[in-house]
C-alpha cells in the first residue's frame, strides 16, 4: 500500500521552529513533485511549499524567508524547515505527491499523507 507519513508537528512559542519530515513508503519509484499544504480551521487547504524532482521549489508568499523545503529524492522524502514561526502558521499540515509511480506500474496524479498538526502560541 502508498503511504505518505507524516512526522514533527507539535506546538511550539512563536518565534520558534519546527522541521516536518514526510517519507513515502519504500514501494514507490518515483514522485514528480513533493510538496507541503496546510489547512487552518475554517480555512481551505492551501499550499505551502513545492519541490519538483529537478530540484524546482515554490513557496507561498506568506511563508517566503522562513520557511525552506528541501528533498531525498533517493529516499522518496520531503522536509519542512519552519522559523520564525507565527500564531497564524497554526494548521493540519498535509504532505502531497504528485505524479507519484509505485512499483507494479500503479499511477497516482495526487497522494496525501493523513497530516500533522503543527500550533504556535502567542
Given at each position: ?59 507561498a508568499d ?50 496525501w499523507g ?9
Amino acid at each position: 500500500q502508498v503511504q505518505l507519513v507524516e512526522s514533527g508537528g507539535g506546538l511550539v512559542q512563536a518565534g520558534g521552529s519546527l522541521r516536518l519530515s514526510c517519507a513515502a513508503s519504500d514501494n514507490i519509484f518515483s514522485i514528480n513533485t513533493m510538496g507541503w499544504y496546510r489547512q487552518a480551521p475554517g480555512k481551505q487547504r492551501e499550499l505551502v511549499a513545492t519541490s519538483s524532482s529537478g530540484g524546482i521549489t515554490n513557496y507561498a508568499d506568506s511563508v517566503k524567508g522562513r520557511f525552506t523545503i528541501s528533498r531525498d529524492n533517493a529516499k522518496n522524502t520531503v522536509y519542512l524547515q519552519m522559523n520564525s514561526l507565527k500564531p497564524e502558521d497554526t494548521a493540519v499540515y498535509y504532505c502531497n505527491a504528485k505524479g507519484l509511480l509505485a512499483y507494479g506500474n500503479r499511477w497516482y496524479p495526487d497522494y496525501w499523507g493523513q497530516g500533522t498538526q503543527v500550533t504556535i502560541s502567542s
